[in-house]
């Protein structure tokens, strides 16, 4: 008995401090949680205290997507910052599917990979792990994501450290729903305030090169596009010609012209509605496939401008990784195609109110020129008009500058002559 309280009390001793670093690790998730609704910034703390408190030597944290279909990869650590949104299971597949669907904790002490379940990414390095912990995060008893924890070697979880992942994955989840609130309020202000400076662009007197480019460049921020274009119908041909990006690209930049009903574009405007393309990489109507991978482009939503029922061109949005782009997603920037739309009408009609103004002008000057020469040589209206005609095609000259200078020259020789008849 007598050497038995000795090692009871370093076996209390050595509980006090793991319940002690336990309480720290809460307390510090707590005041990280509360510092920041920056969700990228929580998610990527969250990572690192689970490995932390857990020692082990990997931690995923997956959030269910916003149609809840699947679970999308969001935060690591070992940081995989080219897979990070790219990696996506499906309510019930694989173990961590299972746990989003059961709502359920998994643990497996050895041969992870072993599980039934279990899912090979073959990207992932940690498929080869031995032991793994799948835990769900709940708000509000809704799953909103899992954390799985894997060691390298076998290991036996114990109750209290079961006790405390799951304790985490509960204080983290009300946190996640509520950054993901401020990120949802931040998108829909940056929608309105996109809307709104789009529609000023439109109204101003900016020429329309200049326009579009504003457009693209203010629709790239605001749906996070890796490539945002504008392609305009030309009626005489019935292609479609890139007129704007804000990508830097020269390769997508030099992109040939499509032919209306061409590609994931062309049917766009010849269907006049708007689609989505979840992998252009692996689309089979997408015509480009090889810039694609090589650009990293991936999910495309392509929205044609519309004119009442007139289809004028269409705006393409590229993301860098998949995307499941939202109905909201899509009017917002079926709204843009439209204004973009609206102002190349405005710029035509502009253009045609020009043009006719300026044929009005040369008909009037015409008409002088050939009063002038009837008068001067004694010819008919018939005549003068042939003369002039003649003249413009002798010297490749426009009608307008025949008729100023018909009346410049018979301007001169009635002036000389009125001087010569005043002579004394």
Same mark, same amino acid.
């Given at each position: 008995?007598a050497?038995?309280?000795?090692?009871?009390?370093?076996?209390?001793?050595?509980?006090?401090?793991?319940?002690?670093?336990?309480?720290?690790?809460?307390?510090?998730? !707590?005041?990280?949680?509360?510092?920041?609704?920056?969700?990228?910034?929580?998610?990527?703390?969250?990572?690192?205290?689970?490995?932390?408190?857990?020692? #082990?030597?990997?931690?995923?944290?997956y959030?269910?997507?916003?149609?809840?279909?699947?679970?999308?990869?969001?935060?690591?650590?070992?940081?995989?910052?080219?897979?990070?949104?790219? %990696?996506?299971?499906?309510?019930?597949?694989?173990?961590?599917?299972?746990?989003?669907?059961?709502?359920?904790?998994?643990?497996?002490?050895?041969?992870? =990979?072993?599980?039934?379940?279990?899912?090979?990414?073959?990207?992932?390095?940690?498929?080869?792990?031995?032991?793994?912990?799948?835990v +769900?995060?709940?708000?509000?008893?809704?799953?909103?994501?899992?954390i =799985?924890?894997?060691?390298?070697? +076998?290991?036996?979880?114990? &109750? /209290?450290?079961? #006790?405390?992942?799951?304790? $985490?994955?509960?204080?983290?989840?009300? #946190?996640?729903? =509520?950054?993901?609130?401020?990120?949802?309020?931040?998108?829909?202000?940056?929608?309105?305030?996109?809307?709104?400076?789009?529609?000023?662009?439109?109204?101003? =007197?900016?020429?329309?090169?200049?326009?579009?480019?504003?457009?693209?460049?203010?629709?790239?921020? @605001?749906?996070?596009?890796?490539?945002?274009?504008?392609?305009?119908?030309?009626?005489?041909s019935?292609?479609?010609?890139? @007129?704007?990006?804000?990508?830097? !690209?020269?390769?997508?930049?030099?992109? &040939?012209?499509?032919?209306?009903?061409? !590609?994931?574009?062309?049917?766009?405007?010849?269907?006049?509605?708007?689609? $989505?393309?979840?992998d252009?990489?692996?689309?089979?109507?997408?015509?480009? +496939?090889?810039?694609?991978?090589?650009?990293g482009?991936?999910?495309?939503?392509?929205? &044609?401008?519309?004119?009442?029922?007139?289809?004028?061109?269409?705006?393409?949005?590229?993301?860098?990784?998949?995307?499941a782009?939202?109905?909201?997603?899509?009017?917002?920037? *079926?709204?843009?195609?439209? *204004?973009?739309? %609206?102002?190349?009408?405005?710029?035509?009609?502009?253009?045609?109110?020009?043009?006719?103004?300026?044929?009005?002008?040369?008909?009037?000057?015409?008409?002088?020129?050939?009063?002038?020469?009837?008068? #001067?040589?004694?010819?008919?209206?018939?005549?003068?008009?042939?003369?002039?005609?003649?003249?413009? @095609? /002798?010297?490749r000259?426009? @009608?307008r500058? %025949?008729?100023?200078?018909? $009346?410049?020259? $018979?301007?001169?020789?009635?002036?000389?002559?009125?001087? /010569?008849?005043?002579?004394?």
């Amino acid at each position: 008995m007598a050497t038995k309280r000795p090692q009871s009390v370093q076996a209390l001793e050595r509980a006090l401090r793991e319940k002690t670093r336990e309480v720290d690790v809460l307390h510090r998730i !707590s005041e990280s949680i509360s510092a920041t609704l920056d969700l990228e910034v929580v998610l990527r703390h969250i990572v690192e205290m689970v490995v932390e408190v857990t020692r #082990a030597d990997a931690c995923l944290l997956y959030l269910l997507s916003e149609s809840r279909e699947e679970l999308i990869l969001r935060a690591s650590k070992n940081p995989h910052p080219k897979l990070i949104g790219r %990696i996506t299971i499906g309510l019930g597949e694989g173990i961590t599917g299972w746990v989003a669907r059961e709502r359920t904790r998994v643990v497996i002490p050895s041969n992870a =990979n072993d599980d039934p379940r279990f899912k090979f990414f073959h990207n992932l390095p940690e498929d080869r792990y031995q032991a793994f912990v799948s835990v +769900p995060i709940l708000t509000k008893k809704e799953v909103v994501g899992v954390i =799985n924890v894997q060691h390298k070697r +076998p290991k036996r979880y114990q &109750p /209290d450290e079961l #006790a405390l992942l799951t304790t $985490i994955a509960n204080q983290v989840g009300g #946190a996640i729903e =509520n950054a993901r609130l401020y990120a949802e309020m931040s998108r829909k202000a940056l929608q309105v305030d996109t809307l709104s400076q789009v529609s000023e662009t439109v109204a101003s =007197n900016r020429l329309i090169e200049d326009v579009l480019q504003l457009i693209v460049t203010m629709t790239a921020q @605001m749906m996070n596009s890796k490539i945002c274009s504008i392609m305009l119908l030309e009626p005489a041909s019935g292609e479609l010609r890139i @007129m704007a990006t804000q990508s830097l !690209s020269e390769q997508y930049r030099r992109k &040939p012209s499509l032919k209306l009903g061409q !590609s994931i574009s062309g049917r766009a405007v010849q269907e006049r509605r708007s689609i $989505i393309v979840p992998d252009v990489t692996k689309e089979r109507d997408y015509m480009y +496939p090889e810039m694609a991978r090589r650009e990293g482009l991936c999910s495309l939503l392509s929205v &044609p401008m519309l004119i009442r029922d007139r289809a004028v061109g269409v705006i393409n949005s590229y993301t860098s990784v998949p995307h499941a782009f939202t109905s909201e997603e899509i009017k917002v920037l *079926q709204a843009i195609a439209n *204004q973009a739309a %609206i102002a190349i009408e405005n710029t035509k009609l502009v253009e045609k109110s020009f043009e006719m103004q300026e044929a009005l002008e040369v008909r009037k000057l015409v008409e002088r020129a050939k009063g002038s020469l009837m008068q #001067a040589k004694g010819i008919s209206e018939e005549e003068a008009f042939r003369l002039m005609q003649r003249q413009s @095609m /002798d010297t490749r000259k426009s @009608m307008r500058e %025949i008729a100023e200078a018909v $009346i410049l020259a $018979i301007g001169i020789e009635r002036h000389a002559g009125s001087r /010569d008849f005043n002579r004394p």
